[in-house]
Structure formats: structure tokens, C-alpha cells
């Protein structure tokens, strides 16, 4: 485990960016956002690491909408941040403990559970932003500094644990007790000091008016974890074991909300906040109407929402598609609506209907991610895989793809016949995760495939010469192990 996590840091230490201007290559340019993403400091590295390995044990959420949700709602908390150079990723994981962390390198995740569990989307707001101002304020990173970097050693240990959970080891008890239930193992590793918790609530107070929230939002979600607290007989819920909450801590925060009441200006919640509160519990098999406050419109709309997804799940989709068609004649600006009456159609067999809802969606919301993806995969079951190839590479040279996007596309290319380019996803896909073999592998077929004498295979072969020349560098530098010795020279 240490040492893939070495191998792929020394990768991203020598990774330059191919010398291929002006090709006019048609293909997304997923090589220079492999290099932005695998260009940084070794906290970014530790970050990204951290995040690939959860990925792998399938404890990140991976739903298009809510990571779309997460992610809008991340920048627009950043953006009031006025962070500067830093880049933010939130991703969503799958645990039902109320909890959010922040990782080195800007990486921010939230468990499934924070997000059902709060009443508004300000408490929800309230807990990134004091994650974002961790960040901003370089908590981790005098941490950092303080320590001369993270020990490797205690971070192959998390690593570790993280592998040991998804080979499938004492199932449950492995993923909560050493990574999730703790408050993830690496925050225990930063211990952010009292100082530095009232400064991240002071900033992300702060943040959270400047982004449109209400501050008040904080208060009520420390309210809230006191409450949960004393129900749970003193059993100290996730957030706290991870961010102690003291009396005057809430005080403090409280006094702080009351002096700017009278600076604050309107509060704008979004709408999907409750349509993606009840997406996850549809998702998880909670009934909506467990949620607490899932529903906060006049028109039930979120209700309706819940109830037409549910028909869905449970392989009901011609009696959601009227459901989902009547929210979308009510308010069209719901992309939620859109996406959900095109999924169901699609799954009733009626799919030009559903790629011209589709369509009409993406002339609404031009570079959205879920609805590229779900106009891609209606294409693709209408036997037009070459029109989906061509809404992916039109989508992600918009958009920066995530790993099992460009896993997605790979498949899209395969079906359309592109067999060097779905290769080249493929060599991409394994670069983002970390998997260097698998990457010049890729490279090599894509190689092999590609018409000779083509921009392609000249953006290939770079390629393939720069992932296999990095590779043996870290080879020739990477400790053996004392079984790896090799056998002494016969005289």
C-alpha cells in the first residue's frame, strides 16, 4: 500500500504536460487535466491518494446529481471564501454518521448521513464552510509544516485500513471502526487545536453569510449535535468526536450571528437541497418522509419528487414518468425534474422521447454534468453510441471529467468502434486513480490501434513515452523489500 502510494506521488512529481499545442486534436484534453490533478505539493498528493483509496472501496458516493449538488454547493462557499490558489474537490461518502472532514490539498468529504440529517441547507452550508476555513486558514497545512509532513508510516496505515475494508475483511466493523466511525482516521492525525476550531467557525460564519446562508445555520446544527448528545445518553455523536463542541464555543458562535443580523442580506437556499436530501434517502432505502422537513414547499413538490424516484427504484417507472412530467410542466428550471422524467421514459422503452427531453435539458443547462451523462446513456440504448461519444467529448472539454466518467467514455468509444480512443480514456481513467501499470498498458493498445501518421497516435506515443519513463524512475528508486533482494552473484 506505502508503496503504490509513493509511486504514484513520484508520478506526479515528474509528470510534464505532453508538447502537443496546436494539434487540433477533436479528443477532450484529459492528459493536461490529469497533469493539473496530478501536479502539487505533497499535501495534495496525501489528499488525492486518500480519496482514490476510498474510491476503490466504494465508500464515495457516486451519483452524478448529488455530486453535482455538492460540488455547486462547495463553490459557491469557496468563491465567498476568497481562497486564492487553492483547488477544492467535495465528494460525498456513502455513512450515515453526521460528519464532514477536511483532507490535505482541499479535498472535502461529507458523509451521506450530515446531509439527511440536517433541517436546512444553511446547516448544511455551515458545516462545509467551517471544513473550507480549515482549509483557507491553513490549519492542515501548519500542521504540516509543524511535523515536517504527515508520517508515512501512519498514513500507510490509514491507506491500509482503507484497502482492508474493501476486500470485503469483518465488513462493517473495519470501514466504522477504523475509518468512518473515528471521524476518519486522518483528521485524529491533524488534531486541530481549540484555537483553531473558533477561527474555522468565526471564518466560516463569515463565508456562510458572504455565499448567501444563513449564519444561523451554524448555530442550530451546534444545537442540534448537543441535542443528539443528550438523547444518545452522552454518547458523543461523529461531528463531536471530531470537532469538540464547548459551551462557549456555541456562545461565541451565537454572539457572532447576533452582531451581523444586522449586515446580513437576503437568504438564498437553493432547490435542490431538499430534492437531493430525499434522492439520498430514496437511494439508501429511507422513506422520505423520515427525513424530517423533506418536503418544504406548499406544492409538495419534494413529496412528489421522493415518491416518483421511489417508483423508479422499485421498477415502477411508467407510473413515475407522470409524476415526473407534471413537475417538469410546473417548473422547468429543475434539472432534477428533467433528468428524472428522461431516466424513467427511457426505462419504459420510450427513448426518442426521452433524448429530446434530453436534449431540451441541455439547452438549459448547457456543460451540466448528470444531464451530458444521461443524454450519453439514452444515446447509447438507442444504438447511437457514435452521437454519445460525441455529447461526452463536447460535455469534457467543458467540464473537468472525474475518474468514472472517463471510465464511462472509454465504454461510449469501445461501442462506437473508436478502439484506440477508448484505450486512451482508459490510460487516463487508471492515471487519475494512481495505477501506473495499467495506465502505460492502456497506452501501448491505444498505440497500437491508432492510424499511423495522426495527431492521435503522435499524442499517444508522447504519452506512452512519459508515463514509461517516469515509471522506471520510480522502479530504480523504490526500496526494496528484504525479499526482494536479489540473489548474491556466484563467484
Keep these: ?262 449586515e446580513r442580506g437576503a437568504v438564498r437556499e437553493s432547490r435542490s437541497y431538499p430534492l437531493m436530501k430525499a434522492r439520498l434517502g430514496i437511494l439508501g432505502g429511507t422513506n422520505p418522509l423520515l427525513l424530517g422537513n423533506a418536503d418544504e414547499s406548499k406544492d409538495g413538490r419534494t413529496l412528489r419528487y421522493a415518491r416518483a424516484l421511489d417508483l423508479a427504484q422499485g421498477g415502477n417507472a411508467d407510473k413515475a414518468v407522470p409524476i415526473f412530467r407534471t413537475l417538469l410542466e410546473e417548473d422547468e428550471s429543475v434539472m432534477h425534474y428533467h433528468l428524472g422524467l428522461g431516466k424513467t421514459l427511457l426505462e419504459t422503452g420510450a427513448r426518442d422521447e426521452s433524448i429530446a427531453v434530453f436534449e431540451n435539458a441541455s439547452r438549459i443547462f448547457p456543460g451540466n454534468v448528470p444531464v451530458g451523462l444521461a443524454h450519453a446513456e439514452a444515446l447509447r440504448r438507442s444504438d447511437q453510441a457514435g452521437g454519445a461519444l460525441d455529447v461526452l467529448r463536447d460535455l469534457f472539454n467543458r467540464r473537468e471529467p472525474k475518474p468514472e466518467n472517463i471510465r464511462f467514455m472509454a465504454q461510449i468509444a469501445a461501442e462506437a468502434g473508436e478502439g484506440a480512443e477508448s484505450h486512451y480514456y482508459m490510460s487516463e481513467y487508471y492515471l487519475r486513480t494512481g495505477d501506473l501499470n495499467s495506465a502505460r498498458e492502456q497506452l501501448q493498445l491505444a498505440l497500437d490501434k491508432a492510424p499511423p501518421s495522426t495527431n492521435e497516435q503522435l499524442q499517444y506515443q508522447a504519452r506512452l513515452e512519459e508515463v514509461s519513463r517516469v515509471l522506471l524512475e520510480v522502479r530504480a528508486n523504490e526500496p526494496r523489500e528484504r525479499n526482494d533482494e536479489p540473489p548474491p552473484r556466484r563467484r
Design 1 to 262: 500500500m506505502l508503496r503504490r502510494l509513493l509511486l504514484s506521488i513520484a508520478l506526479i512529481s515528474c509528470l510534464v504536460p505532453p508538447a502537443l499545442g496546436g494539434t487540433g486534436l477533436a479528443l477532450p484534453d484529459l492528459g493536461s487535466g490529469s497533469i493539473r490533478m496530478l501536479a502539487g505539493t505533497q499535501e495534495e498528493h496525501i489528499g488525492r491518494s486518500i480519496l482514490n483509496e476510498l474510491r476503490r472501496a466504494n465508500l464515495v458516493l457516486e451519483d452524478p446529481e448529488i455530486n453535482e449538488y455538492i460540488q455547486d454547493l462547495g463553490k459557491r462557499l469557496v468563491a465567498a471564501a476568497h481562497n486564492g490558489p487553492v483547488e477544492f474537490t467535495f465528494f460525498v461518502v456513502r455513512d450515515d454518521a453526521i460528519n464532514a472532514f477536511a483532507l490535505p490539498g482541499g479535498y472535502i468529504g461529507v458523509h451521506s448521513g450530515l446531509i439527511t440529517r440536517t433541517q436546512t441547507e444553511s446547516e448544511l452550508a455551515s458545516v462545509l464552510a467551517h471544513e473550507v476555513a480549515h482549509i483557507t486558514q491553513r490549519h492542515i497545512s501548519r500542521r504540516f509544516e509543524a511535523s515536517s509532513g504527515m508520517n508515512l508510516k501512519s498514513l500507510a496505515v490509514l491507506l491500509g485500513a482503507i484497502a482492508l475494508a474493501a476486500s470485503g475483511a469483518s465488513g462493517d466493523n473495519v470501514t466504522g471502526a477504523m475509518m468512518l466511525g473515528q471521524g476518519f482516521a486522518l483528521q485524529q492525525q491533524i488534531n486541530f487545536t481549540r484555537a483553531q476550531e473558533y477561527e474555522a467557525d468565526r471564518v466560516g460564519i463569515e463565508i456562510l453569510a458572504d455565499a448567501g446562508f444563513d449564519p444561523v445555520g451554524m448555530v442550530n446544527f451546534f444545537e442540534i449535535m448537543q441535542r443528539i448528545q443528550r438523547l444518545q445518553n452522552s454518547r458523543m455523536p461523529e461531528f463531536l468526536s471530531t470537532h469538540p463542541l464547548s459551551l462557549s464555543r456555541v456562545s461565541e458562535a451565537s454572539q457572532r450571528v447576533q452582531q451581523m443580523s444586522g
